[in-house]
């Protein structure tokens, strides 16, 4: 006859043994949250709305998956205590089936993650806000925050750069910006229509003359835009310490387990995204 004994599960790793502790939790154990708005952006791109009370600090992102397919980090594009606003363009088998969410529909999410801006330590500073196509997503999260915030902060200019129009993200939210801040946009060829501004980003800020004094810089975008704009940043006469950058796409599973994402001796998950240039000079391609 024998007999049962039901003990806690024991794993030998290395001829150690551990105890498993059933009610650890999952780090990687997604939530479902439902999704309240789909906006079309342009013909690529899409910003999808799910009801999430994460709060997430500007510059924050999450893990989104779907069954079967795999799971990609997302820069929040919003800053709410209801709701977190995910811009996703289509450039693979994930990101093409959430172009096909709909309304009502369920995503499994997880986060938020990582360090965003420091944004009490901007308090007091003017800031400037450089965005490169969906760059743009991620700063519009300090641009919302900095909405909430006004008293805290001083003068704001908004730089942001398009291949076209129509590649333009969160047009419905440019009359409002215009208002607040100072709003400067640009396409990077000449377009049939357009009247605007017409180069790269960076000739645009130089063009500026934007003085570097009580300034703060937040930079987002493709690594050759980063580098390119730091360079005219630093020509205008900003120093390394003055400009915070997010280098978000390089993560993979955002919990600093994976080491896909090690730039240097930095995790960017867990380090970042958000880091002064400062100390990621000479790791960003």
């Not at 003017?126 to 991620?138: E, K, L, M, N």
Request: glycine share 10%; charged share 25%.
């Amino acid at each position: 006859m024998f007999t049962f004994l039901l003990v806690m599960p024991i794993v030998n790793l290395w001829g150690k043994n551990f105890e498993i502790d059933k009610k650890m939790k999952n780090i990687y154990k997604p939530e479902l949250a439902s999704v309240t708005k789909v906006i079309e952006e342009t013909e690529d791109i899409k910003t999808i709305r799910i009801k999430h009370d994460s709060n997430p600090k500007p510059g924050q992102f999450y893990e989104v998956s779907v069954m079967g397919i795999g799971e990609a980090p997302f820069g929040s594009a919003s800053y709410s205590s209801e709701y977190v606003d995910l811009t996703i363009r289509a450039v693979g088998n994930l990101t093409n089936k959430l172009m096909n969410v709909k309304q009502g529909e369920n995503l499994a999410v997880r986060g938020p993650y990582g360090n965003g801006f420091p944004m009490e330590k901007f308090k007091g500073k003017d800031i400037v806000i450089i965005g490169g196509g969906t760059g743009v997503a991620p700063v519009r999260t300090v641009i919302e925050y900095i909405e909430i915030n006004r008293e805290d902060y001083g003068e704001v200019d908004l730089f942001f750069g398009f291949r076209s129009p129509e590649e333009f993200l969160f047009k419905y939210d440019f009359d409002k910006w215009k208002e607040i801040f100072k709003f400067n946009i640009t396409i990077d060829k000449p377009y049939e229509g357009w009247e605007g501004n017409v180069g790269f980003l960076n000739a645009l800020l130089e063009k500026s003359e934007i003085s570097p004094e009580n300034k703060i810089v937040i930079l987002v975008g493709p690594p050759i835009m980063i580098k390119v704009t730091v360079e005219s940043l630093e020509k205008m006469g900003f120093s390394d310490d003055q400009i915070y950058v997010s280098l978000e796409r390089m993560m993979q599973c955002g919990v600093g387990k994976c080491g896909h994402c090690m730039v240097g001796d930095k995790y960017v998950c867990k380090d970042g995204p958000v880091f002064c240039y400062e100390t990621v000079k000479g790791m960003v391609d």
